[in-house]
């Protein structure tokens, strides 16, 4: 009997891989129908619902939604294989810093030739997931490297 692949032995930045072409194909489709603002506002709101379920997903394959759960999950998930270089982490009881130094999805979405769609489909993400994950988690981002800052500096604080 042949062994079918699951979506879990997809690694995270495959899975957007194979997204990215088609989400943003109807981006710019419904952007020609009814303007870049309303579109990306549809697809921001879209984008965010997912999220917010991946969140409440995470929480439960990883069997907890604390700050702790949050690091293994960017270790084991998010920056598996070196899609991302993550530097200066620092955990204690109520805070998670990090900075990100090397980012494998702006690469990914360069090389598509979507670039300018990079952080709504990924990095506006990270936001909504903590809705699902843990809302007593919030996130304070002010640059990423989607954006063309030289890092993006993730910090995370209990409410």
């Known amino acids: 009997m042949e062994k079918k692949e699951s979506i879990d032995e997809i690694s995270h930045i495959l899975c957007r891989e194979i997204q990215a072409p088609l989400v943003s194909a109807l981006i710019k489709r419904f ?39 949050l690091l293994k999950i960017v270790k084991e998930i998010w920056a598996k294989d070196g899609t991302m270089e993550i530097k200066n982490i620092r955990l204690n009881e109520n805070t998670l810093f990090f900075d990100v130094t090397y980012c494998g999805y702006a690469k990914m979405y360069e090389r598509l030739g979507i670039k300018e769609q990079g952080f709504l489909l990924s990095c506006c993400r990270d936001f909504a997931l903590m809705d699902g994950f843990n809302p007593e988690i919030e996130l304070i981002r002010t640059k990423t490297i989607m954006e063309g800052a030289d890092m993006c500096d993730f910090r995370y604080r209990k409410k």
């Open 31 to 69: 952007a020609k129908e009814i303007g870049d603002n309303k579109a990306f506002a549809i697809a921001k709101e879209v984008i965010c619902e997912d999220a917010v379920l991946s969140g409440k997903s995470l929480a439960e394959k990883f069997s907890g939604n604390s700050l702790e759960d």
